[in-house]
Nanobody
Framework: QVRLVESGGGVVQAGGSLRLSCTAS????????VGWFRRAPGKEREFVAA?????TTHYADSGRFTISRDNAKNTLYLQIYSLRPDDTALYYC????????????????????WGQGTQVTVSS
């Protein structure tokens, strides 16, 4: 059974930074593209970043986010810098079930395994 557990969310002031983590179990983590999505209040879930099994990174908004992975720990990370109030959202990690190009969008297509999410709240 595949399981993803996110951590690292919290309440931070605008301008601060956070590192989110996602630990996977139940599959060979290193074989998969993995990524982060977020859902802000009243909005659709959106793609944030992904990293392929070969460590190529993809971003929706480069510059303030850094995605990385540690295959030895089965863990995915998302470092967020210069947090803004509009970064407030529930952040989810996900695993793309098939190799191939990273699938962006809202995650409804191509992303087969999801965590429960970790809440990030940015105060102004």
């Amino acid at each position: 059974q595949v399981r993803l557990v996110e951590s690292g969310g919290g309440v931070v002031q605008a301008g601060g930074s956070l590192r989110l983590s996602c630990t996977a179990s139940g599959l060979t983590f290193s074989n998969y593209n993995v990524g982060w999505f977020r859902r802000a209040p009243g909005k659709e879930r959106e793609f944030v970043a992904a990293i392929t099994w070969s460590a190529t990174t993809h971003y929706a908004d480069s510059g303030r986010f850094t995605i990385s992975r540690d295959n030895a720990k089965n863990t995915l990370y998302l470092q967020i810098y210069s947090l803004r109030p509009d970064d407030t959202a529930l952040y989810y990690c996900a695993i793309q079930g098939r190799r191939g190009p990273v699938v962006r969008g809202n995650g409804d297509v191509g992303w087969d395994y999801w965590g429960q999410g970790t809440q990030v709240t940015v105060s102004s």
